[in-house]
């Protein structure tokens, strides 16, 4: 880092180090900040972005890097920068502030200007350019006008705020009342409004932008499971679910080379993307596409889960054992340029025969289809078309496909990499986990289950301290109290490794992560679970969330989380918790039901507890009547094969005796089975 440095030069965060060397005199969150915005009356300008984000650095190059433009930044407003993966309090208070003031939707960069006195915003936007365009005002003039608007107008601002404020406490609707009865109408609702905004041709739900929303899709699978045995199975969830996936597959969403998905697409058609790459997207599609190889059998299905699960080993893994966050949109100061191509680039590369294959599959002799000047790979037609028209076997196009895509692979790895976020994030760690452990069943790779467990230890190790987590990690330093979606996507992640790879520590600490949750976390009152802790820093508002975003509500999972734990466990305490959460939730699934399809997917399995499958025995043997049953998709089943030799085990599950035999016990709700002998007895006695 060249030339002065802010005070931005001791945090951690790549995003914030990337602005270290701004001419702005920017600062961390905090009480320095705070209490300078208070000492000097000034209004604080509160900058909240992440390191993948183009138009932050758009926004960073334009403005930030500018000396005049930081000038007048710093003459007026003590500058605070937030990087909203560390620190999502703070992103969700002020991005509903920012769509409460303006009535428009939220994003990133996000730009509030706060009140020093209490923090809260009078005045916010996302992006706003150096030069007055499309319809947004010139930075500069924008900033000298609300500096005055402070200045001028401060009784509005204080009746401003008062009526923000109040309009953030009413956002916590009241729960179902005890007696009203908590029932599946919901999830035949959100079935009926996905369908409504399901794209028949393309896949996805809406329009461009369009995002995977992998939450809707897991929804959708098990909608389908569900009714399978019925004489009317509802195979327009099955469509939905698997025509969604494979377009994505398809699309230029997929990296056609290198594995992993990026963030959403541009597109209605998940041709082009928006080009950054994060371990919160594919951790869970890559537990999508697992699910749908097993539900459906499809290969295509089966590679697309072991290209994202090895992307994120390759790219994403960090030696010690955790999972980094992101790749950048961006390389050489340009979106896109790493992941784009020029046809005489490839045929270049290719030989003849693999060159015919390679282009006529991703459309090489077409059109540019990436800003009119160059071709970003999507599957425009199919392998057995293109066998046709060369006269060669199907086999024969997928090789030279393998082939062609190894070779481009190795030119593109020694291109000027985009960025890497390189800190590791408990959250999205969990996400990772879960999927690696779903997929390592349905493929049978046992370097996925590997490599779960290792973040798991990363994680335990780095970001366990006092029997409290700690949200983030980078350069030997945890730092922050972590939040909801920390430990509700961790327990569901250990709770998904634990039927692939027993580990009675692993259970353990599924349990602290469980008290936790209830001691610090849950609305006492209401039910539910607030985004921060008990002991958290004292905001401006304690949100308590049941909608899914880009990652599903960590309500929904806590819920789901927790009832598998409750009745893993026979303990009732963590049964109720989700009872709580559902009534709490309750006004908000009927009006919104297509919106919390994770919640719905916790319904579910309150109303209808799934089953529940211990196999004890030697650990070849339980391990084989795993592997048997997992060969089948059946989402309403844990199956958790416990060796004789296991230690440290709570009661109910050492009540599982182990036998002169390999047996297993079969659990639904609270009544076990009789200890069932025979593999091939177990498999008539559990659900189809």
């Not at 953030?168 to 905004?197: K, M």
């Amino acid at each position: 880092m060249n030339g002065p440095v802010n005070r931005l030069a001791g945090e951690t965060s790549p995003y914030l180090l990337q602005h270290a060397a701004n001419p702005v005199d920017w600062y961390p969150w905090g009480p320095e900040a705070l209490a300078l915005a208070q000492r000097e009356n000034k209004p604080i300008l509160l900058s909240i972005g992440y390191s993948a984000c183009h138009w932050c650095h758009v926004m960073a190059h334009e403005s930030f890097e500018d000396p005049a433009s930081a000038a007048v930044m710093n003459e007026l407003f003590v500058n605070i920068k937030v990087d909203r993966e560390e620190r999502p309090d703070l992103d969700r208070i002020y991005q509903i502030a920012q769509q409460m003031l303006t009535q428009r939707g939220g994003g990133w960069p996000l730009t509030m200007f706060l009140a020093p006195r209490d923090q809260r915003p009078f005045f916010g936007g996302t992006y706003f350019p150096n030069e007055a365009r499309h319809g947004l005002p010139a930075f500069t003039d924008l900033l000298q006008r609300v500096a005055q608007f402070y200045r001028e107008r401060s009784e509005d601002i204080v009746q401003q705020s008062a009526a923000l404020q109040q309009a953030f406490d009413q956002l916590n609707s009241p729960p179902a009342s005890g007696d009203t009865p908590l029932t599946a109408a919901p999830t035949h609702a959100a079935r009926e409004q996905l369908a409504a905004a399901f794209d028949g041709d393309f896949g996805g739900f809406g329009g461009a932008p369009k995002f995977p929303h992998p939450a809707n899709i897991e929804f959708l699978l098990r909608r389908w499971r569900a009714t399978a045995g019925q004489e009317e199975p509802d195979l327009h969830s099955l469509y939905m679910a698997t025509l969604t996936l494979k377009r994505m597959a398809d699309g230029g969403l997929f990296d056609q080379l290198g594995g992993g998905f990026a963030r959403y697409s541009v597109d209605q058609y998940w041709m082009i993307p928006h080009f950054e790459k994060m371990l919160y997207d594919n951790g869970q599609l890559l537990r999508n596409y697992a699910n749908a190889a097993l539900a459906t059998g499809e290969p295509l299905f089966k590679r697309i889960a072991a290209e994202t699960a090895d992307w994120m080993i390759r790219d994403l893994l960090a030696s010690e054992g955790g999972f980094r966050s992101a790749l950048d949109a961006d390389s050489e100061g340009h979106e896109g340029k790493f992941y784009v191509w020029q046809p005489e680039e490839v045929s270049d590369l290719l030989d003849a025969d693999d060159h015919a294959v390679f282009t006529r599959r991703f459309g090489l002799d077409r059109d540019a289809n990436f800003e009119g000047e160059a071709w970003h790979l999507h599957v425009f037609r199919s392998e057995d078309d293109i066998a046709e028209e060369l006269h060669i076997s199907a086999a024969e196009v997928e090789q030279r496909l393998a082939r062609a895509r190894g070779i481009l692979l190795d030119v593109r790895n020694r291109r000027i990499w985009p960025g890497r976020d390189d800190k590791v994030l408990t959250s999205w760690n969990g996400l990772a986990i879960g999927g690696l452990a779903v997929a390592a069943r349905a493929l049978g790779r046992a370097n996925l289950a590997d490599a779960a467990c290792n973040a798991v230890d990363f994680i335990r190790q780095h970001c366990w301290r006092d029997g409290r987590l700690l949200a983030a990690y980078k350069d030997g330093r945890a730092r922050f109290p972590a939040y909801l979606d920390d430990y509700a996507f961790l327990l569901d992640g250990l709770l998904e490794l634990l039927q692939t790879r027993w580990r009675s520590a692993d259970l353990h600490f599924a349990t602290e992560l469980a008290n936790a949750l209830l001691s610090h976390f849950e609305d006492a009152d209401s039910g539910g679970f607030y985004f921060t802790a008990d002991d958290h820093e004292q905001l401006m508002h304690r949100s308590r969330s049941f909608s899914d975003e880009a990652v599903p509500a960590g309500n929904a999972i806590a819920a789901q989380a927790l009832t598998r734990l409750g009745l893993l466990l026979g303990d009732t305490r963590y049964l109720e918790a989700t009872a709580k959460t559902l009534r709490a939730a309750w006004p908000a699934l009927q009006h919104y039901p297509h919106a919390h399809t994770a919640l719905l997917i916790a319904l579910e399995e309150h109303l209808d507890p799934p089953e529940i499958v211990i196999v004890r025995g030697p650990s070849k043997d339980t391990d084989h009547w795993r592997d048997e049953l997992a060969k089948v998709y059946s989402p309403r089943r844990l199956v958790f094969a416990v060796p004789s030799d296991a230690t440290a085990l709570p009661a109910a599950i050492a009540d599982k005796k182990v036998l002169a035999e390999t047996a297993a016990y079969v659990c639904r709700g609270m009544t076990c089975s009789a200890p069932v002998m025979s593999l091939s007895a177990l498999v008539a006695l559990t659900r189809s």
